[in-house]
Structures are given as structure tokens and as C-alpha cells.
């Protein structure tokens, strides 16, 4: 079975020789969620934006080895055909959300990719329903919660319907309530079948995760079972 997201022998890092990850190599099924975990500065968003053909399409970086979505490399497809495979949500959504209407910030991606109206539609209410968030569609992103921007903006990711969901720290920066909210509504998408990657600094919030990475910004990292991680947290000091 091809693996939904499968990375072999990546390095990545910015200047000649020092390395955030060195050799990372592991792959992911339908309906596994993968936790990256580790401090401030140790690489995390570096992945994320490598697992979303950002890096090497649009931000330069050293990156050895590859990334498959759905069986295909990132370096040989174009970041259109890359955001219909991955979609990646920042921890910040003001990143991510530049137009006066939710209901537009929905539309925006199917538009690009020049679906028909009808689809269009059809993909905003599908990614409204998911997120239950009908009553934002006609509100200024600049005028709600951080929380309703966060599952706004994951809403504009998921109307492209992407097998897999990278999420680097979505929840860092919100409240206790819109935090369970997020996390409630990742479990529901994992359970339905997407393939997710979700980056945090917090090991009590990955307690979904079927496996976890940990970084250490030195190059050396982790991977193992999210039980081992959970049940003995000693293991990310090494």
C-alpha cells in the first residue's frame, strides 16, 4: 500500500553544514497522526514546510532526501498540485487569512484552482460543516476570536480537501475552550481518515498522535511510539 506521506533520508537546514534533522526517514498511513514535538528553535516549522513542498518550492533551505504525497515527489510537483495533496495550518492565522469575509477566505483556494461554481459551493459547505462554522461566513477575520480565525483558517485548508493536514502549533496562542475545540475537531478528522502531522511543545496535547518525533535542533531526532513518549517523558531530554 503507498503510503499517504512518506519522507526518506531528509535533512533539512539553512546554513551549509548545520543541520535542524539529519536522516529522517518514516512514512504515514491513512488516518495516522503524527506528533512532532521539541523547543523553540529546534526545526519544527523547518518540517512542516518541507512536508508542504514549501521548502524547496518557495522558501530556500538545504534539504537532502525526499517527500512523497500520495506516492510522488514534492520536488517534482507544482505547488498547486502540492496543495490539493497537504494543506498546513500556522500557528499564527493571521498568516493566512487576508480577505474581508470568512465565506471568502473559504472560496479562495477552489477558486484558484479554477473548480466550477457549483463546487465551489459545494466544497465551502462541506468545510463550513466541518468546522461548525456557519455563523463566521460573513464576519471580518480582523473582528473575531484568535480561536474563530484558527478554525477559520483550518476550514480554508480542508475545503481543498487535502489527504494530509499539516497543523505547527495551532493551538499554542488560544484559550483553554477554543484549544479543546481545535483538538476535538482533529480527533473527528483523524477518525474520518486524515493523515495528520501536528507539531506542539506540549506532550499533553498529543495525546492523539499514533507516533511521535522528537527534535532536538542538533540534527538528532527521535521517532517512536506515543505511548513510550506519554508514559515516560524523560525520553525527550535525550
Given at each position: 500500500?503507498?503510503?499517504?506521506?512518506?519522507?526518506?533520508?531528509?535533512?533539512?537546514?539553512?546554513?551549509?553544514?548545520?543541520w535542524l534533522c539529519?536522516?529522517?526517514?518514516?512514512?504515514?498511513?491513512e488516518?495516522?497522526?503524527?506528533?512532532?514535538?521539541?523547543?523553540?528553535?529546534?526545526?519544527?516549522?523547518?518540517?512542516?514546510?518541507?512536508?508542504?513542498?514549501?521548502?524547496?518550492?518557495?522558501?530556500?533551505?538545504?534539504?537532502?532526501?525526499?517527500?512523497?504525497?500520495?506516492?510522488?515527489?514534492?520536488?517534482?510537483?507544482s505547488?498547486?498540485?502540492?496543495a490539493?495533496?497537504?494543506?498546513?495550518?500556522?500557528?499564527?492565522?493571521?498568516?493566512?487569512?487576508?480577505?474581508?469575509?470568512?465565506?471568502?477566505?473559504?472560496?479562495?483556494?477552489?477558486?484558484?484552482?479554477?473548480?466550477?461554481?457549483?463546487?465551489?459551493?459545494r466544497?465551502?459547505?462541506?468545510?463550513?460543516?466541518m468546522?461548525?462554522?456557519?455563523?463566521?461566513?460573513?464576519?471580518?477575520?480582523?473582528?473575531?476570536?484568535?480561536?474563530?480565525r484558527?478554525?477559520?483558517?483550518?476550514?480554508a485548508?480542508?475545503?481543498?480537501?487535502?489527504?494530509?493536514?499539516?497543523?505547527?502549533?495551532v493551538?499554542?496562542?488560544?484559550?483553554?475552550?477554543?484549544?479543546?475545540?481545535?483538538?476535538?475537531?482533529?480527533?473527528?478528522?483523524?477518525?474520518?481518515?486524515?493523515?495528520?502531522?501536528?507539531?506542539?511543545?506540549?506532550?499533553?496535547r498529543?495525546?492523539?498522535?499514533?507516533?511521535?518525533?522528537?527534535?532536538?535542533?542538533?540534527?538528532?531526532?527521535?521517532?517512536?511510539?506515543?505511548r513510550?513518549f506519554?508514559n515516560?517523558?524523560?525520553?525527550?531530554?535525550?
Open positions: 500500500m503507498t503510503a499517504v506521506l512518506a519522507v526518506k533520508g531528509l535533512s533539512l537546514g539553512y546554513r551549509e553544514g548545520e539529519r536522516h529522517l526517514n518514516f512514512s504515514l498511513q488516518g495516522e497522526l503524527l506528533g512532532v514535538i521539541g523547543p523553540s528553535g529546534c526545526g519544527k516549522s523547518t518540517l512542516c514546510l518541507a512536508l508542504s513542498g514549501i521548502i524547496p518550492h518557495r522558501v530556500e533551505g538545504h534539504m537532502e532526501g525526499d517527500v512523497f504525497l500520495l506516492g510522488e515527489n514534492t520536488r517534482n510537483l505547488l498547486p498540485q502540492i490539493t495533496r497537504v494543506g498546513i495550518v500556522f500557528q499564527d492565522p493571521e498568516t493566512q487569512l487576508f480577505l474581508p469575509q470568512i465565506r471568502q477566505e473559504l472560496a479562495f483556494g477552489p477558486e484558484n484552482l479554477c473548480l466550477p461554481r457549483e463546487e465551489i459551493a466544497t465551502v459547505e462541506a468545510g463550513t460543516a468546522t461548525a462554522i456557519e455563523e463566521l461566513l460573513p464576519e471580518n477575520p480582523n473582528e473575531i476570536s484568535g480561536g474563530q484558527q478554525l477559520a483558517a483550518l476550514a485548508v480542508l475545503c481543498l480537501d487535502p489527504a494530509v493536514l499539516i497543523c505547527d502549533e493551538v499554542s496562542q488560544l484559550d483553554e475552550a477554543s484549544c479543546r475545540r481545535i483538538l476535538e475537531l482533529i480527533g473527528r478528522l483523524k477518525e474520518q481518515g486524515k493523515t495528520i502531522v501536528m507539531v506542539d511543545h506540549n506532550l499533553s498529543l495525546q492523539l498522535a499514533d507516533r511521535i518525533l522528537a527534535l532536538n535542533g542538533s540534527g538528532l531526532c527521535l521517532l517512536g511510539p506515543a513510550d506519554l515516560n517523558p524523560a525520553l525527550l531530554a535525550q
